[in-house]
């Protein structure tokens, strides 16, 4: 599904978003540089928007993992564009199997991938593995609004707006239905802090964005968890 809509997605993401994604992806970016991260893994990196911009704000190496091979390519072209080629590395993988030894990374993040899990506790207890002790993992991911009228307006933007607008432009019948549907489903706030909990982090708190609309996650790996 992602390999399909790959050359429309970025666009998608800005215009079905009104650009709030933008800023939402620059909260992630400023909690993260509070831990001055010298190797970071962003996950479900996509076409490398947040790996970007953590290169532009003077993170020294950013390894971004995906497992839609036609996004990464069109993130590779991003980067030499911009000339980060030596800064920011994308390459094919799966979040649940990653391809890196224990310990490695100083910080994880992940911008509205991890929704996207096969299995969720399994991918988290494999950031960690690939985390630094006390090293953070930050998670920026949709959520659902549960104050009136805000509730009333996102249910109808993502399942009658959402759908139609993704399906004309991306020519994808079900990308923009996935969403929604996917979004209803996954959990958010204290629930999903306490699934970061149970797979190996500590001192996890969560910051609501725009309405609830999106929530931004912290947890750090435990010592020696």
């Known amino acids: 599904m992602f390999n399909s809509i790959a050359r429309r997605y970025d666009f998608l993401n800005h215009f079905l978003s009104f650009g709030i994604d933008y800023v939402w992806r620059k909260q992630l970016i400023r909690e993260l540089l509070k831990f001055n991260p010298e190797r970071v893994i962003d996950i479900a990196t996509g076409t490398a928007d947040l790996a970007i911009m953590a290169a532009k704000k003077g993170v020294a190496s950013i390894?971004?993992?995906?497992?839609?091979?036609?996004?990464?390519?069109i993130g590779i072209q991003k980067i030499l564009r911009k000339n980060l080629q030596n800064i920011v590395k994308l390459e094919i993988g799966d979040a649940e199997e990653l391809d890196f030894p224990n310990n490695h990374f100083d910080a994880a993040m992940v911008a509205f991938g991890i929704r996207n899990f096969e299995n969720l506790e399994k991918?988290?207890?494999?950031?960690?593995?690939?985390?630094?002790?006390?090293?953070?993992?930050?998670?920026?991911?949709?959520?659902?609004?549960t104050l009136f009228p805000v509730k009333q307006f996102y249910w109808f933007y993502s399942k009658i707006v959402l759908p139609?607008?993704?399906?004309?432009?991306?020519?994808?019948?079900?990308?923009?239905?996935?969403?929604?549907?996917?979004?209803?489903?996954?959990?958010?706030?204290?629930?999903?802090?306490?699934?970061?909990?149970?797979?190996g982090y500590e001192y996890c708190r969560?910051?609501?964005?725009?309405f609830q609309i999106a929530t931004l996650y912290i947890g750090i790996k435990k010592i020696n968890s």
Do not use: H, Q, W
Request: with cysteine; aromatic share 10%.
């Open 123 to 145: 991918g988290l207890i494999e950031i960690s593995r690939v985390l630094k002790d006390g090293s953070p993992l930050l998670v920026l991911e949709f959520s659902k609004p």
């Open 63 to 73: 390894t971004g993992v995906d497992l839609s091979a036609n996004m990464i390519e």
């Open 164 to 199: 139609i607008a993704g399906r004309i432009i991306s020519k994808n019948s079900s990308a923009y239905t996935y969403l929604p549907d996917s979004i209803a489903e996954f959990p958010f706030g204290t629930k999903m802090v306490e699934i970061f909990k149970n797979c």
């Open 206 to 210: 969560y910051k609501p964005l725009t």
